[in-house]
């Protein structure tokens, strides 16, 4: 393997470099604070977000997640991992750019699995930017880290499905621009194991459709976007709202994940590089015991760990990226849950490291640092906790040298 970028690529990479530079970086606290002014931060967005938005696509930043060239940028996954590390610096940049989470990840089964009219009436608006979604899976009374225990049912009804159950972390449901989700439930609860489940579009504005409440991380509740627990309750919806068909769940989420994991830990390689740059300035000003903190033997270590440990993490997730273009999700699918371990314990070590080089400011909101950290520490748990990966790549491991006795 060799990690070449191509020449559109590399020209990508400067053009969103220089775009954080000029608009992501200078505005984080420009959002935060339009944010804290409004009445309520769950009815309004911030207008910066959407004068952002505007001057990304007017750039062509658009949509880069996208594989499809007419949709997207046509980018294969090992090509657009880059791009999703430069955006990952910054927790207000995915968004800007229309590449943020759950809606990437909705997008892409809309493309891949939506029938015409599903993806005219719901993923048209969502490429424009028009509208956000969100994506219900995990349920507060089941262990969702193993996805056939889910209990929320889809039972057909003459020409509709009846949705009945409970939901939380539904990130991005808490936007006021959220007008459908999609939502995994049990519709055939006879069927073979992995037959199971299904998915199914549900507008939020659909009766029996409840957010009961958002649910904040370590304190930062991600106004206007959330975290939102939701009450499905007799939920009708027409036939047509299926995806793909029924039982089809599994393989749905099987091919939503793979990408999105890509996603999750190259953002993350993003977000260690920041705090290793604002490491590595801070410690070079700060004193300390009459001398500068970068003198000091350990802060040495620190660096170079961090470093290490990020080249470590960016080489293991471009192999799998490599993998899924050239040989498909299931082949990589060790790569994939190595670097779903890999990666968010590789930014919790470099991030804390900063946040301890800033002393009390780390932990501040003066600095990114201690919301960088937050959302590292909960992609331990999002998309498969850390020991649900382990297992898969132990068992994967001793297949490889099975014992016939």
């Known amino acids: 393997m060799y990690f070449q970028y191509s020449s559109k690529v590399e020209e990508l990479q400067k053009e969103l470099t220089a775009f954080m530079e000029e608009y992501i970086y200078p505005n984080e606290k420009v959002y935060e604070k339009q944010l804290n002014a409004e009445a309520s931060r769950w009815e309004t967005v911030p207008h910066v977000m959407e004068e952002l938005k505007k001057k990304a696509r007017e750039k062509g930043l ?101 949705i009945n159950g409970r939901k939380w972390w539904s990130s991005g449901a808490g936007d006021p621009r959220c007008r459908i989700s999609i939502v995994m439930g049990r519709s055939n609860p006879h069927a073979p194991k992995y037959e ?21 991380v370590f304190g930062y509740d991600h106004a206007p976007h959330g975290h939102a627990e939701i009450s499905f309750t007799n939920v009708r919806v027409p036939e047509e709202n299926m995806i793909w068909g029924e039982g089809k769940g599994f393989a749905i989420a099987q091919g939503r994940l793979g990408p999105g994991r890509i996603h999750h830990c190259m953002r993350l390689i993003g ?13 070079q000003y700060r004193e300390a015991f009459g001398k500068s903190l970068s003198q000091q033997g350990v802060i040495g270590e620190w660096i170079a760990d961090s470093r290490i440990e990020i080249e470590q993490a960016r ?12 040989a498909g999700n299931k082949a990589a699918k060790a790569e994939i849950a190595m670097i779903k371990v890999v990666a968010p314990s590789m930014a919790l070590k470099v991030i804390d490291r900063a946040i301890q080089a800033f002393g009390a400011a780390g932990v501040s909101e003066d600095l990114p640092l201690a919301a960088l950290w937050a959302n590292a520490r909960t992609l331990r748990i999002a998309d498969g906790p850390d020991e649900v990966h382990r297992a898969q790549v132990a068992k994967l491991e001793l297949k490889k040298h099975q014992i016939n006795v």
């Open 62 to 162: 658009w949509n880069l997640f996208l594989p499809d060239s007419e949709l997207g940028a046509g980018l294969t996954n090992t090509e657009y991992a880059p791009l999703c590390e430069i955006m990952g610096r910054s927790l207000l940049a995915p968004e800007v750019f229309n590449c943020g989470a759950p809606d990437t990840g909705n997008m892409e089964v809309l493309v891949r699995y939506g029938t015409q009219q599903q993806k005219q009436k719901w993923l048209q608006p969502l490429l424009n930017g028009d509208i956000r979604s969100c994506f219900s899976m995990t349920e507060p009374d089941t262990a969702s880290s193993d996805a056939t225990n889910i209990a929320t049912s889809i039972e057909k009804d003459g020409a509709d499905y009846v």
């Open 315 to 326: 080489l293991l997730t471009l192999k799998a990226a490599y993998m899924m273009d050239t």
């Open 196 to 216: 199971q489940q299904s998915m199914i579009l549900v507008p939020l504005d659909t009766p029996g459709v409840i957010i009961e409440r958002t649910l904040p």
């Open 271 to 283: 977000a260690a590089e920041r705090a290793l740059e604002e490491l590595c300035k801070r410690v």
